[in-house]
């Protein structure tokens, strides 16, 4: 029975440590994308379409204030990267991005939007949410005293739970845009891939599953580790290339996608250590 019981706790103290390499991984790949995006921006000099909206009408001061943005976006990642004061930026920055999502991109592409309205017009929005969420998700993570008098603190706490949600709306979202935009999102797979329609269902159902899954928490680290896989191998033999022959593309689209997607690669996986209980 005692050797069982050691046998019992060296094989969830594996999957433990297991998993927090996971989450660790996961907040270096968020933290290098969300670096990455601000230099982006400070190199072309305006916001990212990730980010905020190309509004029709002059905002007076939007290349300082994209400047100023890109500097934090800098200073963000580089503080998640090295492990400093993980809880605070994560928190301000899942705030700001919410902010700016619900403040920006909702009202402009329900009103602004100057073409047809459909369900694609929502991709960056999307991924701002899932940026967002992934900066409560990180939050959830950090081990650091959450003892805090601020009211703002108090009220971006509660937001960590829902952090899963926004990430994993934004995921159903994209699988239903798989569905949807079939023979246009088809033509991102690689030549060399064969049968471009099947990869492109398989991955649209994927998405949606492993959403449904983590928000309903069934199966959601299995779930979680899947996408972030799955997502990461879209990043080495989609992403990486496309960005690697068009850097400077549509002010490097193609680059901050390439981030992007590694930035949703680590928020799944700091899905998947986070829903680990530490063993006592």
């Known amino acids: 029975m005692p050797r069982s019981f ?3 706790r060296f094989i969830h103290l594996s999957m433990y440590i297991n998993m927090h390499g996971l989450t660790k991984a996961g907040r270096i790949f968020y933290a290098v994308a969300i670096a990455a995006t601000g230099f982006q921006q400070l190199f072309y000099g305006q916001f990212s379409r990730m980010l905020f909206p190309t509004w029709p009408i002059h905002i007076p001061g939007i290349r300082w204030i994209a ?5 934090l976006l800098i200073y963000a990642g580089g503080l998640l ?7 605070l930026v ?3 920055l899942g705030g700001c991005l919410l902010i700016m999502f619900l403040f920006s991109y909702v009202p402009y592409d329900l009103f602004i939007f100057p073409f047809p309205k459909t369900f694609g017009i929502w991709t960056n929005a999307l991924k701002e949410l ?7 998700i990180i939050a959830g993570s950090a081990t650091e005293d959450r003892e805090n008098n601020s009211s703002l603190f108090r009220l971006l706490s509660k937001l960590i739970p829902i952090g899963r949600i926004f990430f994993s709306v934004t995921m159903i979202s994209f699988g239903i845009m798989h569905l949807l935009y079939t023979d246009m999102i088809s033509q991102l797979v690689p030549g060399w891939i064969p049968a471009h329609i099947f990869w492109t269902y398989l991955a649209g159902l994927s998405l949606i599953v492993s959403g449904v899954a983590i928000i309903l928490k069934i199966g959601s680290k299995l779930a979680a580790v899947l996408l972030g896989s799955m997502i990461l191998v879209w990043l080495i033999f989609l992403h990486i290339p496309r960005a690697l022959s068009q850097p400077f593309t549509d002010r490097g689209n193609e680059v901050i996608s390439a981030f ?3 930035a949703f690669s ?3 996986f700091a899905i998947a250590g986070t829903s680990v209980k530490k063993i006592k």
């Open 260 to 262: 992007s997607a590694l």
């Open 130 to 136: 899932a940026l967002s969420g992934g900066a409560f």
């Open 67 to 71: 400047d100023f943005g890109s500097l």
């Open 90 to 92: 994560s928190l301000a």
């Open 6 to 8: 050691a046998l019992y």
């Open 266 to 268: 680590g928020i799944a």
């Open 81 to 87: 990267l090295f492990s400093r004061k993980i809880l």
